[in-house]
């Protein structure tokens, strides 16, 4: 296109010194006044984080010995970009402008391109402007086989409504949970109640020690808020940090919660947040004096 701005190629010497100056088993990359042309030739590397480089439209194929992959604020479609990788155990797309069904080279009769990924333990997908349709897209991967080791899964601040409970049901038939975020998506009541109920039958995940349920427009309910709290403690017995930040739930839901730790029914919980709901500072007053000696970290009111 005439009047274009040409992003200048990494020079070979640049490369050279970030390879003989950084340690051996990690590159770390940073500004937008760059287009990545290879990887470096590091014999050990395991770990690269790009932030703001220009990728070109095939990224070279990776070395072998990686075992993490960061890449965030790049640009578009960087997912359909990935050669499949067997080694790689942590991916992470945060801050990708990225829609799977719109990026053919992605999809394989429904399967993502995850599925080039077998070892992957741990997938972040903040932030990357997903919708419905790449939920199904991401279900149809996982109940296909894709990420079946998969034990992290960071699903926060998309457009995701109706999708999460399939593809959470999915993740947890494997047992073995231990990071989720579901965090701001813009669920709705309705959806929350398909969420919390798939979650209440699916296996237990004794390892799950992170839940994040945070800005999802779960409102007041007592029938839904006590179903939640019936279940989360055989769901989820290591429980270590639960975040049900800026809901709308209201004082009587807020203590139904609490009390699951005062009854000891979670007894590794360490954090608890839920704040940004109704209840406030002077409503949860005496509950927070009661629950402060037991948890490192905690807040009920509301910041109002």
């Avoid at 709290?229 to 807020?254: G, I, K, R, T, Y």
């Avoid at 007894?267 to 406030?280: I, K």
């Amino acid at each position: 296109m005439a009047g274009a701005a040409v992003q200048p190629q990494l020079p070979a010497d640049v490369v050279r010194h970030i390879c003989r100056f950084l340690p051996q088993r990690a590159w770390l990359l940073f500004g937008g006044a760059y287009r990545l042309t290879r990887w470096p030739t590091l014999r050990r590397l395991q770990y690269v984080e790009l932030g703001a480089v220009e990728l070109p439209p095939a990224l070279p194929s990776m070395p072998p010995s990686l075992r993490a992959l960061v890449l965030h604020d790049n640009g578009a479609c960087a997912l359909a970009q990935l050669k499949p990788h067997a080694g790689v155990r942590l991916l992470s797309l945060g801050a990708l402008p990225l829609y799977l069904h719109h990026c053919p080279t992605v999809t394989n009769s429904g399967c993502p391109a995850l599925c080039g990924f077998p070892q992957l333990r741990c997938l972040h997908l903040s932030a990357m402007q997903l919708d419905d349709e790449d939920g199904r897209q991401l279900t149809a991967a996982v109940t296909r086989g894709a990420c079946r080791h998969l034990h992290t899964l960071h699903l926060d601040r998309n457009f995701l409504r109706r999708t999460p409970a399939a593809l959470v049901a999915a993740v947890c038939a494997r047992r073995q949970l231990q990071h989720l975020e579901l965090g701001y998506n813009p669920l709705g009541q309705a959806c929350v109640a398909a969420l919390l109920r798939e979650l209440a039958a699916a296996p237990p995940q004794p390892q799950l020690c992170y839940l994040g349920l945070g800005c999802l427009g779960w409102a007041e309910d007592p029938a839904l808020t006590a179903l939640f709290c019936d279940f989360l403690p055989q769901w989820a017995p290591a429980l270590h940090e639960l975040v049900v930040e800026c809901n709308n739930l209201a004082l009587a839901s807020v203590r139904c919660i609490a009390q699951l730790c005062l009854d000891d029914r979670l007894p590794a919980l360490q954090h608890l947040d839920l704040s940004d709901n109704l209840a406030t500072r002077a409503q949860t007053a005496t509950l927070t004096r009661a629950l402060r000696p037991r948890l490192s970290a905690l807040c009920l009111h509301c910041g109002l």
